[in-house]
């Protein structure tokens, strides 16, 4: 990493900056005041030439362009307009980490090579990112979400080389993770026209991408000025000689920061959210009613699974509520919950109709006012409870059992704090469950329905 180089070409490409770079002891190099800066001052002027977008990296090379033009051309089975294709949002990552791995890795020659040159190398994400690392976050909720994550790199690697053209032949799968956590951790959406909707508003932004998170004391924001982007000090705040100049991305919970960026918070005021595969709870061996119950959530566009947060976060009347499950979760384990007066129809065009008590539910919000009107509702709420519990006491295993006590490495201690954060989601959810299913277990209608079972 050359950071001489990278400050130098920074200069002559028309960054101004009263800020310098240097190393910090928590997220390797940082932005740092030089001098007393007053409130509202800009302290880093970024010009327009230096967004990288990927309309500007297709501009680079005919040779890294090429093959990617004939990658869009098989994938969208057509030859026409792909310079629009490849330029359109739905294409801007794809073409983004294609054109880091080309610089990183096939020309070190090209006008970005001295930017590319100071980004993370393959070797730091392997040590510092959970693509690299699934089974840090083994047992937790997150690590569906990395490994399907892994897996659909995996198929659009393949997809990629499958083309077999000049540098994307010797492409490694290696390299495409590494250029997709570059992307995640560091692209910025910069916005566009109205009229340009279609036109990439996603860039990487040297010098900026210096500057770390802070959610509690940001001192710095950033802002668009004549094509191009300003850092500014906030109003009412002023910054030090040798101050660092933090940015705020967000209130993000630590879930979404490991997944993105490899670090989490201590105490991150903002949540994070336990995801609960739903099909599961559709055992095939359990009653004829699964299939259809499953194909009308899929005809809803239902996703597949059930949401949990902090239960004190919800203060809405219904006690499942209250533990912590979104509303359409507990819609959705009404569903799986019902075995009494449920019959699905399968229609001509083979949509599902789902009536309960011979009346039509077209929706998840319907299914729940007509499930509340029935005589065992209680019936009904004891069976999601009990359900949701047993779930939860499997995950709460899952996330004790994979805990590595004597690995000390900065990854790993980032993974267990979200670990234990999810670890008190579900201990908290759980507990609360339990004081629910005992009260429903002396609610009179489970009682006499239990009795004339």
Not at 87 to 98: G, Q, W
Not at 106 to 121: A, E, G, H, V
Not at 256 to 278: A, K, Q, V, Y
Not at 409 to 429: F, M, P
Request: charged letters at 20%; a negative charge.
């Amino acid at each position: 990493m050359n950071i001489s180089n990278f400050i130098n070409w920074s200069r002559e490409n028309g960054i101004k900056s009263t800020a310098s770079v240097d190393q910090t002891p928590y997220a390797g190099y940082g932005l740092f005041a030089s001098r007393d800066t007053p409130e509202s001052t800009v302290v880093v002027s970024i010009p327009q030439n230096l967004l990288l977008t990927s309309r500007k990296a297709l501009q680079q090379s005919p040779r890294f362009s090429k093959p990617i033009f004939t990658y869009l051309s098989h994938k969208y089975n057509t030859t026409k307009d792909i310079q629009s294709i490849a330029e359109s949002t739905d294409n801007e990552r794809l073409i983004l980490c294609l054109f880091l791995i080309y610089c990183k890795f096939f020309d070190t020659t090209t006008y970005w090579t001295p930017y590319i040159d100071i980004l993370p190398t393959v070797s730091f994400f392997q040590e510092n990112h959970v693509l690299f690392k699934p089974e840090y976050v083994a047992g937790t909720s997150l690590e569906n979400s990395v490994r399907s994550k892994i897996s659909n790199l995996q198929i659009e690697f393949e997809s990629i080389t499958s083309i077999q053209e000049d540098w994307i032949c010797d492409m490694q799968f290696e390299m495409y993770l590494w250029a997709d956590c570059i992307f995640w951790s560091r692209v910025v959406g910069i916005g566009g026209d109205e009229e340009e909707k279609e036109v990439s508003d996603k860039a990487l932004i040297p010098f900026f991408d210096f500057a770390n998170h802070s959610l509690e004391s940001p001192n710095i924001r950033w802002q668009l000025n004549n094509g191009g982007i300003d850092l500014i000090t906030y109003p009412n705040v002023s910054v030090n000689t040798n101050d660092e100049l933090l940015l705020s991305y967000g209130s993000k919970p630590n879930q979404e920061l490991l997944f993105l960026h490899g670090f989490c918070i201590d105490n991150n005021t903002e949540p994070s959210r336990f995801m609960l595969p739903l099909l599961p709870f559709f055992s095939p061996m359990e009653q004829g009613y699964n299939l259809p119950k499953v194909q009308w959530l899929k005809q809803l566009s239902v996703k597949p699974n059930l949401t949990l947060v902090p239960h004190q976060l919800n203060k809405k009347e219904d006690p499942l509520a209250q533990c912590g499950w979104t509303d359409e979760s507990i819609r959705v384990m009404y569903l799986v919950s019902l075995e009494e007066d449920i019959e699905f129809i399968m229609e001509d065009d083979d949509s599902i109709t789902f009536q309960l008590l011979g009346k039509n539910i077209p929706s998840l919000t319907e299914l729940e006012a007509a499930v509340k009107e029935m005589d065992i509702f209680p019936v009904i709420q004891l069976r999601v409870a009990m359900l949701l519990l047993d779930a939860l006491e499997y995950h709460l295993h899952l996330n004790t059992t994979f805990v590595q006590e004597n690995n000390e490495t900065g990854l790993w201690k980032q993974a267990n704090i979200y670990r234990s954060e999810e670890r008190v989601t579900l201990e908290t959810a759980s507990q609360s469950l339990s004081t629910l299913r005992d009260e429903l277990m002396q609610h009179p209608v489970v009682l006499s329905y239990l009795e004339n079972a």
